[in-house]
């Protein structure tokens, strides 16, 4: 999972590692005790952040849980990019001397960019598990919605002159 979360990261450079493999694993723990409070997987997972263990492994063959990972890694990467703009915006100035210019302000940008992507792609994917897995909004077609409008007038209501008429 800690290569997942380097990916999403950005963190890549095996020789110079932006976060160290323990503030990682810590952020993976944190990240999936947040998402056993609020969701309901295939397996009960036993977190225990301070002796930086999970139980069962979501990655191991026999208890492999593919929504976990997913879940808990975009989360993970949500809350360390969160805090890392928090820390760059502390050094978000902008200096001007005559005709030179030094503008930091915009440091964060990049950041904040990867970070609304990450978290929108964690809402959703968390909306979809919910969901059941389905197509989003798949369960809300009625004979009212708009989307079953065409079906219920043109194919299946003989009363308004539909398809299965004589």
Do not use: W
């Amino acid at each position: 999972m800690s290569t997942v979360v380097r990916h999403l990261v950005n963190d890549i450079d095996a020789t110079a590692y932006s976060f160290t493999p323990s503030r990682i694993e810590t952020t993976i723990l944190v990240a999936a005790q947040l998402l056993v409070m609020n969701v309901d997987f295939n397996n009960d997972y036993t977190i225990n952040v301070e002796a930086i263990t999970l139980s069962p492994d979501p990655t191991d063959t026999s208890t492999k849980d593919d929504a976990f990972i997913t879940l808990a890694c975009l989360r993970a990467a949500c809350i360390i990019l969160g805090s890392e703009i928090r820390k760059e915006s502390g050094n978000a100035i902008s200096i001007k001397d005559g005709p030179s210019a030094i503008d930091l302000r915009g440091v964060t940008q990049t950041l904040t960019v990867l970070y609304k992507d990450l978290c929108e792609k964690y809402d959703k994917s968390l909306l979809e598990y919910r969901a059941g897995n389905g197509v989003v909004g798949q369960s809300i077609l009625g004979p009212y919605s708009p989307g079953s409008h065409g079906i219920a007038r043109n194919y299946a209501d003989h009363r308004s002159g539909g398809y299965f008429d004589h």
